[in-house]
T-cell receptor, first 116, second 112 residues
């Protein structure tokens, strides 16, 4: 199984709402990633988890709160978002992070988020 | 810090014609290079990767890429394009810490 799944596919939320995005993989990967992608732009890295611990936070605003409850699951909790946060949110996974080499990432289909 | 440049924002080719998408990178150490393809509203799919060894790498869907260290380039090629290849193509470079930097992408349009 080389699939990364993401739910929901689409999400519309108001600026006062709290919602969560979910990502799951069953490839035994120990590194998981959140990206934000605006239209016609490349993905921008938000967070990286390695062995369920937060490894990289790219200075993301605190209204985005990641969580990695186990090696297969990655959540992104959303609270008090702004309209400019509307984007495609992509999850990815890779074997693990190593100081010696790098591994390709497998991406999910994304969650299309609209903040009204 | 690493960076990736894809000089061509948009390329149009006729179906059956050959394709080359350009990618230049900047990174101080050994680069880990990737090409991804993204169809509208979808996630990214890995086409191929270069870590070390043979500088000509083969990928899925008939794509190949050549790593040229002297030119800091990793260009993607396909000998005969199919209409289903129309998509957005991203070149990326990884660090050892797993941080990926993507180019701005090249939109490929295929004319019938």
């Amino acid at each position: 199984d080389t699939e990364v799944t993401q739910t929901p596919k689409h999400l519309v939320m108001g600026m006062t709402n709290k919602k969560s995005l979910k990502c799951e993989q069953h490839m035994g990967h120990r590194a998981m990633y959140w990206y934000k992608q605006k239209a016609k732009k490349p993905p921008e890295l938000m967070f990286v988890y390695s062995y369920e611990k937060l490894s990289i936070n790219e200075s993301v605003p605190s209204r985005f709160s990641p969580e990695c409850p186990n090696s297969s699951l990655l959540n992104l909790h959303l609270h008090a978002l702004q309209p400019e946060d509307s984007a495609l949110y992509l999850c990815a996974s890779s074997q693990f992070l190593s100081g010696a080499t790098s591994y390709e990432q497998y991406f999910g289909p994304g969650t299309r988020l609209t903040v009204t | 810090a690493q960076s990736v440049t894809q000089p061509d924002i948009h390329i149009t080719v006729s179906e059956g014609a050959s394709l080359e998408l350009r990618c230049n990178y900047s990174y101080g150490a050994t680069p880990y290079l990737f090409w991804y393809v993204q169809s509208p509203g979808q996630g990214l799919q890995l086409l191929l990767k270069y870590f070390s060894g043979d500088t000509l790498v083969q990928g899925i869907k008939g794509f190949e890429a050549e790593f040229k260290r002297s030119q800091s380039s990793f260009n993607l090629r396909k000998p005969s394009v199919h209409w289903s290849d129309a998509a957005e193509y991203f070149c990326a470079v990884n660090t050892n810490a797993g941080k990926s930097t993507f180019g701005d992408g090249t939109t490929l349009t295929v004319k019938p």
